[in-house]
């Protein structure tokens, strides 16, 4: 059982090279997208996630865990496949946007809980794609901020 997780900040070609291995390789390509979770609390853009995460953290921590669940289960449930974006992923972004609106106890379980997925995750391969300081496709989804980004990508260094 192989499975590979493209990780990295916002824009910098995980989808991309997913499905180019997917296809290279004929492997199952899965998306880590959370569009179909955030849409089910109306949230439409990575921005309003963002927002709500300092506005109504217990709600933004409700939808994270809502995602982690759903990457876990991406992996559980497929022996073969390639995807853009894993728990790593989702480790950084809480820790910068919702840890700091938590308690510290909700805030030290949603860290655990990721580290322990991670560490189960015994046959996930990640590739790490760092920022590299390029124009980001403005789909009103992404956060366009060189600073941002750049610190995103250190934290998953």
Do not use: W
Request: net charge positive.
């Amino acid at each position: 059982m192989k499975q590979i997780c493209i990780i990295g900040p916002s824009g910098t070609g995980k989808t991309d090279l997913a499905k180019y291995i997917s296809s290279r390789y004929r492997i199952k390509y899965i998306t880590g997208s959370s569009r179909e979770i955030t849409s089910e609390s109306k949230i439409t853009s990575h921005k309003e996630l963002i927002k709500l995460c300092s506005t109504e953290p217990d709600k933004a921590l409700q939808i994270y865990k809502a995602i982690i669940n759903n990457r876990e289960a991406i992996l559980d449930d497929n022996d073969l496949i390639v995807t853009d974006r894993g728990i790593p992923d989702l480790m950084v972004y809480a820790q910068l946007q919702l840890v700091p609106h938590l308690a510290k106890v909700d805030a030290l379980f949603l860290i655990k809980i990721c580290k322990k997925i991670i560490k189960e995750q015994k046959n996930v391969h990640y590739i790490f794609l760092p920022y590299s300081n390029h124009t980001i496709e403005d789909n009103n989804h992404r956060i366009d901020n060189v600073l941002y980004q750049e610190m995103v990508s250190e934290c998953f260094k």
